[in-house]
């Protein structure tokens, strides 16, 4: 049970929910996933579901400051100052901006910024499959293929932004969810 800080991030369908709940089990930790923050806010009919809906409906990213919010709220609670793992959350580089600063307040900083890898192709399919599944009302062809282009445009070039500050290691997202996570486990060590 080591504190972890921990980002995971991929393109949608990469597996990285899966892998984030694994990780909360092996560590303990909370994961901070501001895709379930807001559909529980949507769900709730709260001000900050109200202005997400639309955006999270038509697979846009939800503005900057709502999501920044958001994540800020979270990251401030108890049980995340031995550590977290973040699904979802940067998105942008404005997100990741400003996720430096909320850090910096709370005294810590991020330690590992895994990037999963995985071939564009499949995915697509991968998600429709899932919306047989879940009940996801951004799982419809056409909110999927805004999703990958919204994380190609906005949130790929956070690779970069982590690689700079050399927390960034990359993980292959092809396999079986245990061989994911054994990899995701050696990456973390
Ligand atoms: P997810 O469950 O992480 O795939 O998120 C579902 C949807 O919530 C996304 O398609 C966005 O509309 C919205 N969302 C979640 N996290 C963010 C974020 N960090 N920035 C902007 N929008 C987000």
Redesign the pocket.
Known sequence: MTALRLLLLGP?GAGK?TQARILVEEHGIPQV????M??AAVAAGTPVGAK?QS??DA????P?AV?IGV?EERLGMDDASRGFIL??????VV?AESLDGILDRLGTKLERCVSLEVAEDGLVARLLKRADLEDRS?DNEEAIRT?MR?YRTKTEPLIDYYRQKGVLVEVSGTGDVDEVAHRIREAVA
């Open positions: 949608p929910g996933s501001t895709g379930d807001l559909r997400a955006y999270m697979g846009e990213l939800v900057d999501v994540a699904d979802g959350f940067p998105r942008t997100q951004d999703r919204e």
